[in-house]
């Protein structure tokens, strides 16, 4: 079946340097991919979204990459800061969600920010 | 703009109970989804409404339902109260079409003892 997953559960990156947090999935034909940042007793929060026909999109401080290839999403966080630390989450708009908004979400990687 | 609301924020019920969940999505939304998030199944989608229509629907059982009123805003329902339906319940707003940004609230805190 169609998932979409991570490859690191935790992550723990030194205040100021720059956070890579991979995700895999598995539905060549998904349109659609954000990543989100959820924070302890809070609700996921929109980060950065990107479509099939890009490679590549930027934020504040944000990166997301898309490698159609070898099905591989990554979200880059530049100058990592405390603020940062949460769990982070892809998701996936599937093919057969019919133009709707129902997501696949991965398990989610937990960024660590050491002081 | 104000965000998505959720109500209530914490509730606590015994197996067998059903209970009620309710969401209020931004203005101007008009697409409310629904997902249930444990640490053992992460977050799983439950269903969307898009102007007072179930558009989606995940793989849940027939237990959980929803509805969406004229104003967008929606309920989700849970009967017969299981152990394993402790969860946090997410709705999501969003306005619509495909790969439109998606909006969480902060949730419902569900146990089921």
């Known amino acids: 079946g169609e998932s979409v997953g991570l490859h690191l559960p935790t992550l723990s990156v030194q205040e100021g340097d720059n956070s890579i947090i991979n995700c895999a999935y598995s539905n060549s034909a998904s349109d659609y991919f954000i990543w989100y940042k959820q924070e302890s007793g809070k609700g996921p929060q929109f980060i950065i979204d990107?479509?099939?026909?890009?490679d590549k999109r930027q934020g504040q401080r944000v990166t997301v990459l898309l490698n159609k290839t070898v099905k591989h999403l990554s979200l880059q966080i530049a100058a990592t800061q405390p603020g940062d630390s949460a769990v982070y989450f892809c998701?996936?708009?599937?093919?057969?969600?019919?133009?709707?908004?129902?997501?696949?979400f991965g398990q989610g990687t937990t960024l660590q920010v050491k002081p | 703009k104000a965000g998505v609301t959720q109500t209530p924020r914490y509730l606590i019920k015994t197996r067998g109970q059903q209970v009620t969940l309710s969401c209020s999505p931004i203005?101007?939304?008009?697409?409310v989804s629904w997902y249930q998030q444990t640490p053992g199944q992460g977050l799983q989608f439950l269903f969307e409404y898009f102007s007072e229509t179930q558009r989606n629907k995940g793989n849940f059982p027939g237990r959980f339902s929803g509805r969406q009123f004229s104003n967008s805003r929606s309920e989700m329902n849970v009967s017969t109260l299981e152990l394993g339906d402790s969860a946090l319940y997410l709705c999501?707003?969003?306005?619509?079409?495909?790969?439109?940004?998606?909006?969480f609230g902060p949730g419902t805190r569900l146990t089921v003892t």
């Open positions: 999501a707003s969003a306005t619509a079409g495909l790969g439109y940004e998606q909006y």
């Open positions: 990107i479509r099939s026909n890009m």
């Open positions: 203005s101007g939304h008009r697409s």
């Open positions: 998701a996936e708009n599937p093919l057969d969600s019919g133009n709707t908004g129902k997501l696949i």
